[in-house]
């Protein structure tokens, strides 16, 4: 922990998703009705209206600040589901090895190989509109990614010597999954995590922004929806769709930041190349450099 | 060869899953979404026209296992039904016209985006730390944060509309008869400018990422040590030893990210109206079009599919250690 | 002895690390004639395989050379830019990894790999380098046709004859050799010692050559230097080293014997570890595993001694008495250990 707060990049992308998650949790409270007809329909922003206002004359503060709150909620929710998913497949594929591992390899292969849009719309359209339906959508659609890189690290696992003793000592393969597989991939689990919620925001505004989500709810996606539909190009009304984009992108960023960071950490061989760099006062490193030297008593 | 011959396998496989997949999503979703979809058609259709309809997409009265019969037959026969937005076209003629500028557009700017990203990728992990791999990676990381159509609504919004430097939409002027003049020729690059960018913006990132990543991890093998400890000039280390290399798993994860890059892709033609095959998509879900929405997963899947072919094929030429096993 | 080769003198190599510096190989210094082939031994992370990357001066990070010098043929190697550098490699001194398998660009055959070296070096053309890859690898017993094979496509010695022909492309004076037979089996590796003593013979090359298994080295060497811990604790004709080791340690290895996977890092003859760099043991570095430790190894360190007949030994024991009786004590030491 201290290490992480000792990153820049973690620190820095952290700080954002703190920012976020705050205001996803008690935003609402302190702006304006963000459904609300407010004021006169694209107005630029003034200081009644920070941020300007929609095609709807509603707030786009409001809206930016309330629209977070569902699509993180989502994103988490989603992103949590899949990596359980995922581990669930993943070990079982991994630990078994064998015709199982060949099935479930081919399913996930299958699902991680289809592009992922045509499918969610296909199974949006059907289902009836609403957060449960997008969730389900998502997660239908992005469990094989987590899987894969899960049944690769539990490959490599299922050879070590503990797990061999575990089997050795007659332990369930169940309970070895529990106890001798699962808690040595926490790393890796963590930064699927992040990866999978990074994902599952994207392609919720990407749903949405289609018109495949709930249209009367607000949310970053649905904000976009509206924005395009309420011509903001035409009309030169940038404030309608620039804030909701800002905040989806920073979201995303602070989460690449995170996990660059978390690889950073658990990888000893960057940490020292970095203190090799400064230690030598070089400006790069590159395998044309020939090996330098530098007259140093013992 | 055999490589080949198990990837061609695994393509069969998956382009099965996906047209079972299409055909039992209707059947078992909650409700009765098959009959609000026939609903649509009534009024459109007299009730012949129906009854094909309903054979067509296999909801006949026989037991499941003989609809998914009939519907894998029209599946491999390219009959998918008929739009209700487009009635009474076909959807597969509506997908068709549609494609031509989807594969162009999304082959362009992914072709683009990957050399350039691959590229991009080389250089910064040949000399990692330096002024290249200090500025690139974080900036593409930043811009591949922004949903691919909110950068293209940016791009759009400040050249297009302000700056006016770029056309507004379509993939061709109006007022161009589409033939093959030099005209028309440069009509479409002009208007394929700004999605192409957007797309190539939005996914170099990665792939430079990806590059300098699996570059680094290769420049630590002895072959590159001794490839310097032979005096060759820095160039060739770079790309006949290293690059060389590390292009084999970048083409892997090349083929895996395509599904993702279509779907960013089509998202970017909306934006722009470029009518391929996510503006179709857009007029399927706007007029609920049943039928042109699993035509276009299929088609779009099936294209996915057979461009991993395309980059498996080129990987097994790549290594020859596939070459002749 | 100005007519060295390669001259190295108090080279000290520094790993530089989150941790601080630390010191990998501490002023090592030995002299390589002409044609002659040197041996180092050690265990492993005793130093010796980042010696003769720093000769060449391709040792990666965190590897830095912190002092003393390196001179081939009379050239500073230490004060060469890269463009000298490139002008020194392969054409005057080349190197064989010690892992054949991963030495090999899988993705180009190797007659481009042994002709690019050609081409960089000489300025010929393609075609005129693939000829002479074809020579080469018929040089070391291999069909010439083989040019158009990828290193996949050959087995393990082979493909380590395939480097060992590339090294010699240019007809440097000096091949670095660092265990080039560790991963092979006992019938190969002795087919690939015989040829690299051929072509010795024939083109006359000097070479330091790297392992752990000293029977190797005695059969291969005209002299030997023996790492401790980044140090050279004993340097001395082969033949003299065989018959009377000087060093406690070199005797330790002499009656250890690699295992069956040629890694050898458990040595039956030293009970023990190598030391941790980072605290290494006061005075002698050896002294917490050498059984002849007395009162002064653990508070003075023995400096490298020049003794009868070229040899050098660094322990106190060659220090404390006139050498002739040292060599009688030494005797009856060994006589006592062994059983």
Redesign the interface.
Known sequence: MDALLSNRKALFGGAIMVTFLLMALVGPCFVQDPKGFVGLPLQPPSLDHWLGTTGQGQDVLAQTVAGARSSLSIGLIVGFSVVAIGALVGTTAGYFGGWVDDVLS?VI??F????????M???A????PGPGSIALVLILTGWSWSARVVRSQALSLRRKDFVAAAQVAGERPLRIIAVEILPNMTSLLVSAFIGATNYAI?AQ??LE????GEVSAVTWGTN?YW??NDA???T?S?WT??PT?LA???V??SL?LINTALDELGNPRL???R???Q??G????????????????? | MKYVLRRLLFYVIAAWASVTLAFFIPRMMPGDPTSTMFARFKGKLDPAALDDLRAAFGFTDGTLLEQYGVYLGNVLRGELGISIEYYPATVSSVIGNALVWTLVLAGVAVVISFTLGTLGGVLAAWRRGGWLDSTLPPLFVLLGAFPYFWLAMALLFVLGFQLELFPLGHAYDDRIAPEASWAFFSSVVGHAVLPAATIVLATMGAWMLDMRNTMIAVMGEDYIKLAVAKGLSPRRVMLRYAARNALLPNVTSFGMALGFVVSGSILTEIVFSYPGQGYLLLQAVQSQDYPLMQGLFLTITLAVLGANLLVDVAYAWLDPRTRQG | MSDALLTVEDLCVDYVTERGWLRVVDKVSFEVQPGEIMGLAGESGSGKSTIIQAILRVLKAPGVITGGTVRFDGKDVLALDKRGLRGLRWCDISLVCQSAMNALNPVITIGEQLGDAIEAHEGVRRSQALVRARELLELVGIEGSRVHAYAHELSGGMRQRVVIAMALALRPRLVLMDEPTTALDVVVQKEILQQIIRLRRELGFAVIFITHDLSLMFELCTHVGVLYAGRLVEHAPSQALFERPMHPYTLGLMRSFPDLHGEGDDLVGVPGNPPDLWKPPKGCRFHPRCPQAFADCSTRAPQLRALVGHRHAACHLVDQVDQLDQLDQLDQVDQEESP
């Open positions: 081919t292969n299958v991680l190989i289809m592009p992922g849009l045509p499918l719309v296909v199974l359209a059907y289902l009836p994207a505004v990407g922004f289609l018109g495949l976009l924005a395009t903001a190009l035409l030169g940038w769709f620039v984009g989806v992108a920073l995303s960023f690449v940490r020292s190349e203190a090799f760099v230690a030598l070089l400006r790069a490193i590159s395998p044309d450099e020939p090996t330098p030297v530098v007259r140093r008593p013992s």
